[in-house]
């Protein structure tokens, strides 16, 4: 079974805009997968409403297993520990540093304190930042700060990593890095499903790209097949 | 299962005292609305408290006092003061004959003392007198017409007009505090609750990030529900610590000179018994406080 099924989904905002249209889309486990297309397309509330921070009008979204669109406000949070996100901004808490904001996903389940040192410190190890674990988010860079809400993503040991544009703010350079570490995460066996505005990115890494327009699925490359494309 | 739990509170604790710290600006607008609306609550409990018992106080001294007809035969008091016991609203009764009248006065002043000294048991100008308590106040006009009614009875004397006049001042007093006690209590709940929600406001950004990272509801509630419950016990400090020293002070003078009628409530244990409701009307609109402007940000 995929790991993420949607069918007929359409979400309609309550302005009245049609942000997504009768939209039908599997992934499956393992795979790394690119949703591009132009600002407004639908690509952002298609992850939003993956890790359900929005509910579609209508269809269903499975994910796991679990009947995403049907879950309730406060069952969210069942979803919420099996995905990590990470967003263009970061979202750091800026009051705590970098070891905090990884550990603070693992404390609010109660995990022993030795459990979560294991664990921040191999994720901080795998995102590059095992020396930096003691630095507050104003005194990093943003690609350090990106690989710090990375890390926050992953410390979980999720299934599915969502990245809405993690590299939108960063310089193309710092954006390779990044998507080092997501390539690296990938090839640990997890899910990655990827926003960008990025091609250079998309053409290089060879992966299976979908191309949204006006809220539809326009086209869905297999692995490979954009870089030969000539969009 | 246990461990978890308490590791998950001990966090939950932690991080209030860490977040109440880390946005102290915010922290002290709270407690700050907490202080002031605490010390109204609790000068108008002491008023209300006070107010009551002055009137209490005041009620146990009223007294009907019975003149009884000069030249009357002790056989005659004593038909009076049974007529008088059978009324209803009558609770006790205390025969005082002139003579011993005459001694109080006499004990009472010198100058009574050199007047009458010389006085014959039968030239005392006094007249025999019953003195009379009644159950309800409020009816004790009532009863002193029927004991006037009596045969031998010369007048009654309670104070009429006074008494009826001074009971409806505290009856209006006493409304009037218990509604503003109510009142103000609603207003601190209401105050509370919207400097939190601006303290929380400005971390709904926190809030965001907890929900992420797949924190339920009530994990995040509870972080701000203790520290909606510090604040309320650091807002409650202040006034407690005021109405305690204010009001000891404040016992200690002498009110006689200004309201020679006011009778305070004694401090033991009447303060601790206000700082106590002070401090629970703190942690409970302080938690209660917290817990609604939290749910606001939960919503998607």
Sequence with gaps: ?231 | MLMKMFRILFRNIRDAFKSVWRNFSLSLASITSITITLLVVAFSLILTFNVNYTAEMLAQNIEIVVFVEKGVEQEEITEIENKITVIDNVATLEFKSRVAIAEEYMADSEVFAVIMEGWDEDEIPLQDTFIVRVNDNEEIGKTADEIGDIEGVAATNYGRGMVEQLFGVFEIVQTASVVAVVALILVTAFLISNTIKITIFSRRREIEIMRLVGASNLNIKIPFVFEGLFLGVLGAIIPIAITIYAYNSLYTYDLSMIMPIVTLVSPEPFVYQISGVLLIIGVVVGMFGSWRAVQRHLRI
Aim: net charge positive; aromatic share 6%; with cysteine.
């Design chain 1, 1 to 231: 079974m995929a790991l993420i099924e949607l069918t007929k989904v359409k979400k309609i905002y309550k302005s009245g805009v049609t942000a997504v249209q009768e939209l039908n889309l599997s992934i499956e486990r393992g795979e790394f997968v690119f949703v591009i297309g132009p600002t407004g397309c639908g690509k952002s509330t298609l992850i939003r409403m993956l890790y359900r921070e929005e509910k579609p009008s209508s269809g269903r979204i499975v994910l796991g297993g679990v009947e995403v669109s049907k879950l309730r406000n406060n069952k969210v949070f069942k979803i919420r520990r099996k995905i990590g996100v990470v967003f263009q901004d970061f979202k750091l808490l800026e009051g705590a540093n970098v070891y905090e904001n990884v550990a603070f996903a693992l404390e609010i389940f109660g995990l022993p304190k030795a459990e979560i040192h294991n664990r921040v410190v191999k994720a901080l190890e795998l995102v590059g930042l095992k020396n930096r674990a003691k630095n507050y988010p104003n005194q990093l860079s943003g690609g350090e700060q990106q690989r710090t809400a990375i890390a926050r993503a992953i410390v979980n040991d999720p299934k599915l990593l969502i990245c809405d544009e993690p590299t939108g703010n960063l310089d193309e350079e710092t954006s390779q890095e990044i998507i080092a570490v997501l390539e690296e995460i990938h090839k640990m066996g997890t899910t990655v499903v990827m926003v960008t505005h990025d091609r250079d990115i998309v053409k290089r890494l060879k992966k299976r790209v979908i191309l949204m327009d006006a809220g539809r699925v326009l086209r869905d490359f297999k692995e490979g097949e954009y870089a030969n494309e000539n969009v």
